[in-house]
């Protein structure tokens, strides 16, 4: 199995972002410091902001707080917004202005759950269905975890969320070329990382 195939569970269905005339207006209603205009943009983007958040973290309580920041700091942050991308790839690049802390704290969550999972657990469910699930989590887990965070970011953005390689570079703030070339480099150690834990 390779390693696209294992991270294609977690992809999204197409994102469809549309900037209309409403967006617009909501917008300069955000820019305004209008506290309804925050709670609109909640309403239509935080399940999606969410979804990143826990594919990039993997932890649902850290993908939480990242979610509960990115919405908190909207209202400071609409001053970088030119208007050249959707709100909703504004709001993910905010995700991943403030993600850097959010990893570490996940990160940890996952090492202590991971010595949890070892511990010998009753259960009526299949067992050897349990721990094959558990040790593919496990290891996409500690996968992701061992890449450096720009290579990380690329490559949930770029391979797992399917943004287009211009659609990552504006997020990130680099160049494309950049985007393209941690993506093969997080492609690369991702497929090591993986094939040494016998998946292939």
Known sequence: MSVMQLFGALVMPEKGEGRDRGEALLVQRLRRSDPAAVGAVYDQHHAAVRAFARRLLGDE???????????????????????????????????????????????????????????????????????????????????????PMEQRVAFVLFEVDEYTSREAAEIMGVPEATVRTRVFHARQKLRALLEQQGIR
């Open 61 to 147: 309580a850290a993908a939480e707080d990242l979610v509960h920041e990115v919405f908190v700091n909207l209202p400071n942050a609409m001053r970088r917004f030119e208007g050249n991308s959707s709100l909703r790839t504004f709001l993910i690049s905010i995700a991943v202005n403030h993600a850097r802390h959010h990893v570490r704290s996940a990160t940890r969550n996952r090492a202590a759950m991971a010595r949890y999972a070892r511990e010998p657990e009753a259960s009526v469910q299949d067992p050897e269905h349990l721990a094959h699930r558990a040790s593919l989590a496990r290891a996409l887990a500690g996968a992701l975890d061992a890449l």
